[in-house]
């Protein structure tokens, strides 16, 4: 890994006020908190826990998360995936299909890099192509480098989802079975991830949207063992739901990857009782460069925080000085009072705003400044490489 440039680690034992504007700051106590609440919750539940790193795209976070007890990390892409192995992390699922050739022999030369870690490369996939496709690409690396590893695969399911993955029942049994004549694979268990699920507002829709996507896995499960063949794992989950799953009695993996620093879309959710109480851990740090008598100006747009999910809210002011953040752009942010409320920030003022949403917010930025001691006393305690920025194939 590269080493940081100098504005970077010149920031360490700063007070926050140093930190200049717009950055991602993690608040490393909040998210401290938010780990040890997850590792207790899978604990408790007997469940195991592989967060998703296409969040946090760290691999130095995610070998805080093993340590913690996670059994490794997801990623959605390759280049994550290399990304994680260049920075020691060894135990990665690509829990997403990967089908260009050029992209399987890299996944090839992955699960034997992992293997020589005495970790294990694990990979989704959906068709009898993209099993074939990567028995070859593996097959093909035995051939040139010699070692016959061999690659988890999990079978994906489409379990409510709508994007990849068979329908549940006999199409993924008809996968299980194609898989096992390829020496190269090894059938790890069924992928169903339900994402639209996790983000239903009402936990009464969550909960019957994953009682359903249980019982299409139940189904499926019961037809692959028919066939001789134990399903040994079941994977999913995300934040919204992660409760329901873990009670499903049917997975035996979460995949919850925000929950480590919780965006404000996340925030929006009416709150299981059993969920664990994930805070916010991640914050735009951003000042007040202008000011007119009816709004305020911020200088963090959308290239400093990500709005598919929303606007970010604006953290932590008194209750007569609360404001709503307004899309002003690339560079800047609107700034108005808040129902309720007239005062506004005064010019210079700084500013911390929850992004909508953690994973492409993170991606927009090189790293992350973690705090210890608060925001608004706290001091930097460490730079936080984004490592798999723009890590897209
Ligand atoms: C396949 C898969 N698993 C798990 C997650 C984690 O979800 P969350 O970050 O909402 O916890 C995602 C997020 O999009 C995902 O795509």
New binding site residues.
């Given amino acids: 890994m590269s080493t940081l440039p100098p504005r970077w680690s010149e920031l360490i034992d700063r007070p926050v006020n140093d930190i200049d504007t717009p950055a991602l700051v993690i608040d490393l106590d909040a998210m401290k908190r938010n780990l040890v609440r997850m590792a207790e919750f899978a604990k408790k539940h007997n469940i195991l826990w592989r ?2 790193a ?2 946090h795209k760290s691999a130095s976070l995610a070998k805080m998360q093993i340590k913690a007890g996670a059994a490794g990390v ?1 990623v ?1 892409k390759t280049a994550e995936a290399e990304a994680m192995v260049a920075g020691g992390v060894y135990n990665v699922y690509i ?2 299909e990967v089908i260009a050739p050029g992209k399987l022999a890299r996944v090839a030369a992955l699960a034997k890099k992992t293997a020589a870690h005495g970790g294990q490369l694990a990979i989704a996939v959906d068709s009898t192509e993209g099993l074939i496709r990567l028995a070859q690409a593996m097959n093909e690396a035995r051939v040139r480098k010699g070692g016959g590893t061999v690659i988890d695969v999990f079978v994906e399911i489409d379990v409510g989802q709508g994007r990849c993955g068979v329908e549940p029942g006999s199409a993924a049994v008809t996968l299980v079975l194609e898989l096992r004549k390829h020496p190269a694979l090894r059938f790890a268990g069924l ?1 169903a ?1 339900h ?1 639209k699920a ?2 239903l507002r009402s936990a009464r829709e969550r909960r019957k949207a994953i009682a359903k996507a249980a019982d299409a896995v139940l189904l499926t499960r019961q037809l692959i063992e028919a066939q001789g063949v134990a399903v040994n794992l079941v994977t ?5 739901c ?1 409760v329901l799953e873990a009670a499903s009695g049917v997975y035996g993996e979460l ?5 480590l620093f919780m965006d404000a879309d ?1 925030a929006q959710n009416e709150r299981d009782p059993a969920q664990p109480q994930f805070e916010h851990a991640m914050f735009v740090k951003t000042q007040v460069i202008s000011t007119r008598s009816d709004h305020a100006v911020c200088d963090a747009g959308h290239k400093s925080h990500a709005i598919d999910s929303g606007m970010p809210l604006v953290h932590a002011l008194s209750a007569d000085s609360a404001l709503e953040y307004f899309n002003g752009g690339d560079e800047h942010g609107i700034l108005r009072p808040a129902a309720g409320c007239s005062r506004l920030p005064g010019l210079g003022r700084m500013l911390w705003l929850i992004p909508g949403h ?2 492409p917010t993170v991606n927009l930025h090189d790293v992350m400044i973690g705090v210890s001691g608060g925001l608004h006393s706290g001091v930097v305690q460490r730079i936080i490489k984004v490592d798999a920025r723009g890590a897209l194939t």
């Fill in positions: 967060p998703h296409k969040m997801c959605q829990s997403n992928q991830y994402g996790q983000h999913g989950a995300g934040t919204g992660l995949q919850a990857g925000s929950f996340y953690c994973d």
